[in-house]
């Protein structure tokens, strides 16, 4: 790679006040990020470099020199391309897409060693506010500035001209063979085709063959035979537009009050974030709906970020209702086409509003004018690999970026959040009651320790009764259990062996209908062995705890009439599996529903009136930071889908420790009471939100070799005043995928900057190849 060269450089402009101490919305511009337009005043700069020369960021996740841009040149008779453009060049002996980059071209470099720009792509050029946020996010994560242009870039085929899609159509002969005419070889595949084919409508091969079942060489014979012919696909439609002024419900007066400050922080078009706080089925929803309205009256586009999109159909629903049509969606299941489709249209502006996984905020918005993150307390939205970011997080970085409105909305905010609205940063809207008659559910823990289920079930008598009361009514009943399979655990009776991952640290689970064990964590399966595979003990394999599956055999037996229904993201396979299972269920064919944290999300059922949760202690242990509060924010989300419509709402806890603060929030209903205890706890020891953390997670295949880093990373650790570095230490999950993990901790005062300390100290450590060094900023696992 001998474009490597550059050396100087800008590095990017990093505001490392933005979290916590970031200034209030109407700061002076010198406090907000770069401004655009900096490339263009190049050409004027009297001791600038040679014309003609332009920088180049490539989407490589490789730490480049010179800000993470290479060096290219514009030939003599080719047009100076606009900064943002997307342009191919040569790259060693291939050819590569990149962005052409704001800053000044290394003017040492000499002119034979640059090589020339080999073309500009017809698409709309990269903004100047995505192009900021992508330094900015490279800058707070510590990643290649290229590893997150490549989350910029992630539909190559989108650059391309549109509407070039090849595919097939009827030739006059085809129509003739289609109409029957005599004289042409028919088959039945050949028949098939003609028939799923209509005149004048190019299809896409793939499409065809498809629907008519048959492989794509039939085509081929086809257009040989001179039935079909090539022709190039319609451009896609384009995405309607959400009409803001269709009618929509009548907000009550306290939605009212709300709504209205969203849609004057929207009309001032300038950065903010408020928080949305509601009980659960308060109507958060209309409200935000009432701002994305506003944000469409400005011309501008909105984006809606929701933790499980592919669980959004009920939610799609109430777009569809509040604005006449469908928005633009984003997620990793979309089909290629139509991925390339949206990319197209948002970066052209024809996407008003798009839904989105968190991977949405890298789409090339032109006017992103508002930002919502549903459900903003959600660990969904920190991505784990590869750029180890936080969406809620950089979703307000984003607003700030594109001066637009960030609205974080929860029932039950995460720690982080609130103090930034109880410190001012945030504005803070508060919707406390729940539309309508419907009540809060009454919430009751079971203590297991009076009242235990019988041996070897999971389900106690105190629910029992209420499941079959509810449903004797002709009412639902849900039973929650945050775990997939059949059995977390599989002991030998015999020699008390557990069967383990070869992988991973971790118990095989038991999926006992589809006979195998399972690793949660890297997939590993096989099929449940006949015998123990450490003493050869036959019949002696025992599962030991409950997972939805087991819990799914007990409600067989107890409620044998009962129409039940496992949801779990294993039985739930995709987006239109979950909007069939929520139709069932709103349509009452089903009475009994048992799942995991698939259903505790935002889902509205009319009649669901008891929820009961399985093993309420689950996610207490392991003493991770935060496992009180998620605890607090998954059952009272669990707890919020009983009595949401007249029926009052009823919630079972079966707990081992009724007295915990966790169980004991969640009868008296007191969430804002015991996240000030838990800030309370936090503060002294200076955890966040009261102090910053960065992991370094060392991982290898060799153990020694992980060993090593870690200990020199131990030895080279940063101190100084507020800096502590905790570890390394063997992580939770020692060995996943075959590899040995350490972690570190470095644990700072909110006023320490931790990205130039923690560049400073891997600078210091030599890292072989086969050892990996992943840094997480703000990590929200500690696994
Ligand atoms: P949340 O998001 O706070 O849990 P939702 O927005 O889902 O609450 O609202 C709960 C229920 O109340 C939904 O069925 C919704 O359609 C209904 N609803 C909310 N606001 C109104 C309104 N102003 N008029 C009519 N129905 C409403
Ligand atoms: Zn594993």
């Known amino acids: 790679m001998d474009e490597a060269e550059s050396t100087t450089g800008t590095a990017p402009a990093f505001d490392e006040d933005l979290f916590g101490e970031a200034p209030p919305a109407d700061a002076p511009e010198g406090n907000r990020a770069q401004a655009p337009g900096r490339a263009r005043r190049r050409a004027a700069s009297p ?113 391309e001209p549109a509407g070039q899609q090849a595919g097939w159509r009827l030739s006059a002969a085809g129509q003739a063979a289609q109409g029957g005419a005599p004289g042409y070889r028919m088959t039945v595949h050949r028949r098939r085709v003609l028939d799923v084919m209509e005149p004048g409508e190019p299809r896409a091969g793939a499409e065809i063959a498809d629907e008519a079942g048959v492989s794509t060489a039939v085509l081929r014979g086809m257009a040989e035979a001179g039935l079909i012919e090539p022709a190039l696909l319609p451009r896609p439609r384009s995405f309607p537009r959400p009409d803001p002024e269709h009618p929509g419900p009548v907000l009550r007066e306290e939605q009212a009050e709300s709504a209205e400050k969203l849609r004057t922080s929207v009309a001032a078009r300038a950065y903010g974030v408020t928080l949305l706080q509601g ?33 959004s159909s009920q939610w799609l629903d109430r777009f569809r209702a509040r604005f006449g049509c469908a928005p633009a969606i984003w997620h990793s299941e979309l089909s290629g086409r139509l991925r390339r489709a949206t990319w197209r ?114 389900i106690s008598p105190p629910l029992i009764e209420a499941i079959t009361e509810t449903l004797a009514r002709g009412e639902q009943a849900m039973l929650f259990l945050n775990r997939r399979g059949y059995a977390p655990m599989t002991l030998c009776r015999a020699c008390g062996h557990r069967i383990r991952c070869p992988n991973c640290t971790a118990w095989l689970v038991e999926h006992r209908a589809q006979r195998r064990l399972q690793c949660h964590h890297c997939g590993h399966a096989e099929p449940i062995p006949p015998f123990c595979p450490e003493c050869g003990a036959e019949g002696s394999l025992t599962a030991i705890g409950p997972g939805v599956e087991r819990v799914q055999e007990e409600a067989a037996v107890l409620f044998p009439d009962a129409r039940r229904l496992v949801m779990a993201s294993d039985t739930i396979p995709g987006p239109a599996a979950a909007a069939e299972a929520a139709r069932q269920i709103q349509d009452r064919q089903v009475d009994l529903l048992i799942g995991t944290q698939i259903v505790a999300k935002g889902w509205h059922f009319d009649h669901l009136t008891l929820v009961g949760v399985v093993d309420a202690d689950l996610g207490l242990a392991g003493g991770d930071l935060r496992a009180a509060e998620r605890t607090v924010q998954l059952l009272h989300q669990v707890s919020g889908r009983a009595g949401r419509a007249e029926s009052p709402g009823r919630v079972l806890l079966q707990s081992w420790n009724p007295e915990h603060p966790v169980m004991q929030a969640l009868v008296s209903n007191d969430l804002p009471a015991f996240m000030a205890e838990e800030a ?30 870690a200990r020199d990373l131990g030895l080279a650790a940063p101190g100084g005043e507020g800096i502590q570095v905790l570890g390394p230490a063997p992580a939770p999950l020692a060995m996943l995928r075959g590899r040995h993990r350490r972690r570190l901790l470095l644990k700072a005062r909110r006023d320490v900057a931790v990205q130039p300390l923690l560049r400073e100290w891997l600078s210091r450590v030599e890292v072989p190849n086969a050892v990996r060094v992943q840094v997480d900023v703000d990590p929200v696992s500690f696994l």
């Open 47 to 159: 001791k600038g470099p040679p014309a003609r020369r332009v920088r180049v960021m490539l989407p490589l996740p490789i730490e480049i020199p010179n800000g993470g841009a290479y060096d290219y040149r514009i030939p003599q008779d080719a047009p100076l391309p606009e900064t943002g453009s997307f342009v191919a060049v040569p790259l060693g002996g291939r050819e590569m897409l990149g962005v052409v980059w704001d800053g000044e071209p290394d003017p040492n470099l000499a002119e034979g060693r640059l090589r020339d720009v080999i073309g500009v792509l017809p698409a709309p050029p990269m903004r100047p506010a995505l192009r900021r946020f992508v330094e900015w996010v490279a800058a707070y994560t510590l990643a290649p500035p290229g590893a997150v242009l490549r989350m910029a870039m992630s539909v190559p085929s989108a650059l």
């Open 279 to 311: 009980v659960t089925g308060s109507g958060k929803t209309e409200v935000y709906l009432d701002a994305v309205a506003e944000c469409l009256r400005q011309g501008r586009q909105a984006l809606v970020l929701l933790p499980e999109i592919a669980l």
């Open 345 to 458: 249209a948002v970066a052209e502006g024809e996407a008003p509003v798009l839904v989105g996984a968190r991977s949405a905020l890298f789409l090339p918005f032109p006017d992103l004018g508002l930002i919502i993150v549903d459900e903003e307390h959600e660990t969904a939205f920190k991505q784990e690999d590869g750029v180890i970011y936080h969406a809620r997080d950089m979703a307000v970085v984003r607003a700030r970026m594109a001066e637009a409105t960030c609205v974080l909305v929860s029932a039950t905010p995460s720690l982080e959040t609130l103090t930034n609205a109880e410190g001012g940063r945030y504005a803070a809207v508060n919707l406390p009651r729940r539309h309508g008659s419907a009540g809060l559910p009454e919430v009751t823990v079971l203590d297991l320790r009076k009242g235990p289920p019988e041996r070897g079930r999971f």
């Open 680 to 709: 309370e706890a936090r503060r002294p020891g200076g955890w966040p939100p009261f102090g910053r953390l960065a992991a370094l997670i060392v991982s290898s295949e060799e153990e020694r070799a992980a060993d090593r880093v």
